[in-house]
Nanobody
Framework: QVQLVESGGGLVQAGDSLRLSCAAS????????MGWFRQAPGKEREFVTL????????YYAACAKGRFTISRDNAKNTVYLQMNSLKPEDTAVYYC???????????????????WGQGTQVTVSS
């Protein structure tokens, strides 16, 4: 089992940047892909981005392409989500999740992930 703890959320203005972190413990960190999802009030949980276990491959949802960057530091058991040019529609609770696989799967669903963090709130004001 993997334990995940997110940090870095907050209240920012449109156009600002924010970096989220997710610290993992448990299984060998580099053996599994890591993803970020988000959930806005009244909406389903939405996939944002995924990074393979080695960090060499990434996949982004359309909502994140060109503005968000996922990265990981396997020596620190941490995955990051750098978010630039934030928009009010990015407002949501952001969750990191540990995948059941080590590589990249296009458009993964929440069922592809076995462990979740508690979430961190990101609020973007206009």
């Amino acid at each position: 089992q993997v334990q995940l703890v997110e940090s870095g959320g907050g209240l920012v203005q449109a156009g600002d940047s924010l970096r989220l972190s997710c610290a993992a413990s448990g299984r060998t960190f580099s053996s599994y892909a890591m993803g970020w999802f988000r959930q806005a009030p009244g909406k389903e949980r939405e996939f944002v981005t995924l990074i393979g276990g080695s960090g060499g491959s990434t996949y982004y949802a359309a909502c994140a392409k060109g503005r968000f960057t996922i990265s990981r530091d396997n020596a620190k058991n941490t995955v990051y989500l750098q978010m630039n040019s934030l928009k009010p529609e990015d407002t949501a609770v952001y969750y990191c999740a540990a995948a059941r696989f080590g590589g990249i799967v296009p458009r993964p669903s929440p069922d592809n992930f076995g462990s979740w963090g508690q979430g961190t709130q990101v609020t973007v004001s206009s």
